[in-house]
């Protein structure tokens, strides 16, 4: 059974920083494509970034210049880089392991930007 557990989130003024984790357990780390989505209260859970298994990546426009996904297979976690934060990116983070059909979810980790 694959695991996933988020950190790093928390309260952060407009403009500031944060970086996520999501560590990964009970599977073959280097084979998922990882990504990262978010959820706001009234909306849809969207694509904030994703890691194909290549390196490749791609982001939603909003974050674009702002958010960096990376992963470490050696230790089994992706990050999310978050900077130049603004009020609309708060909302809950979750982690994503894909790989074809089958995708795992994390728990997921509060984001609030606010002053």
């Known amino acids: 059974q694959v695991q996933l557990v988020e950190s790093g989130g928390g309260l952060v003024q407009p403009g500031g920083s944060l970086r996520l984790s999501c560590a990964a357990s009970g599977t073959i780390f280097s084979l998922y494509v990882m990504g990262w989505y978010r959820r706001t209260p009234g909306k849809q859970r969207e694509l904030v970034a994703r890691?194909?298994?290549?390196?490749?990546?791609n982001y939603a426009d909003s974050v674009k210049g702002r958010f960096t996904i990376t992963r470490d297979n050696a230790k089994n976690t992706v990050y999310l880089q978050m900077n130049s934060l603004k009020p609309e990116d708060t909302a809950v983070y979750y982690c994503n392991a894909q790989r074809g059909a089958v995708y795992y979810w994390g728990q997921g980790t509060p984001v609030t930007v606010a002053s």
């Open positions: 890691m194909t298994s290549g390196g490749s990546t």
